[in-house]
């Protein structure tokens, strides 16, 4: 029976040395050989999620210690992202799930896991949200790791680096509706939107309505009708807070208006 015991040790700590190996084979990171098609995938859904029993404890990595942010509800930061693909996938992330480069994802060194986070590309103004379960990146002038697949969508594969902006989404804990189901729910009582501008330039359309949506920390969007781009601001759920918002717009965009579409 001893011997038993003894051998089955040494057949999971053989195990586990050669998933090490294995984790590490590629002595540089590189992107999956055959791709699948990517354009399905969409941005992840968030919503309220208790933090995990794994990757939340303050931890030091190469001689320096981090620390992690578990009461934080608001950030933004500005910095480098890069990306992480074969070297890692299929083995556990730091909050103990499965690292897939074909899922949206992501890895941060201080937010709590899992966290969602919105995504900037400052060179193209591309837009995505991530679901943070790893840890990472520990190099300097970066912020954010991210799956291949998010990478993918925000252009920055093949430079392997770029300059982002990432915005924390929080809920409150009584909060467990996702931010889909809040958006469903509140088109029932109808929705308005504010439209400010009218331009002929897809470049304009994109520069404001990325400007908007930093300055008033709501969605915008804008919607072609032939050679026209027409800029709205909304969709909002209450009138008062559409009232008070065309206030401040029509400071900047004096000829802005209420579309109000009843469900």
């Known amino acids: 029976m001893k011997n038993l015991i003894l051998f089955s040790l040494t057949c999971i700590l053989l195990s586990a040395c050669s998933n090490d190996r294995e984790r590490y084979q590629y002595h540089d990171d590189h992107a999956p050989t055959a791709i699948p098609p990517l354009a399905h995938i969409e941005d992840v ?3 309220y999620e208790p ?4 990757g939340n404890k303050d931890y030091r990595v190469r001689g320096i210690n981090y ?3 578990r009461d934080i509800t608001e950030l933004t930061e500005t910095g480098g992202a890069s990306w992480y693909g074969n070297k890692f996938h299929g083995h556990l992330t730091s909050n103990g799930e499965r690292y897939n480069m074909f899922a949206m994802s992501a ?3 201080n937010l709590p896991l899992p966290s969602y986070v919105q995504v900037t590309n400052l060179a193209n103004k591309k837009q995505i949200i991530v679901r943070v379960n790893d840890r990472g990146p520990f ?6 790791d991210l ?3 998010a990478a993918k969508k925000l252009d920055i594969i093949q430079a392997g680096t770029g300059q982002v902006e990432i915005k924390l989404i929080h809920f409150p804990e009584h909060e467990n509706t996702s ?3 809040k958006q469903q729910n509140e088109s029932i009582y109808g929705t308005f ?3 400010y501008l009218v331009t002929s330039s897809a470049a304009k359309a994109t520069q404001l309505s990325n400007q908007l949506t930093n300055k008033h920390n709501v969605a915008t969007f804008f919607e072609q009708k032939n050679n026209l781009y027409y800029l709205r601001i909304g969709p909002l759920n209450s009138e008062a807070k559409t009232e008070a918002l065309l206030k401040t717009i029509k400071k900047e965009y004096p000829k802005a208006y209420i579309i109000h579409q009843e469900p």
């Open 147 to 149: 799956s291949y697949a």
């Open 67 to 69: 620390k992690v942010w």
């Open 51 to 54: 933090q995990s029993r794994g």
């Open 107 to 109: 890895a941060h060194k």
């Open 193 to 195: 939107t504010i439209q």
């Open 45 to 47: 859904n968030p919503r």
């Open 139 to 144: 190099h300097k002038g970066r912020i954010i």
């Open 179 to 181: 931010l889909l189901e």
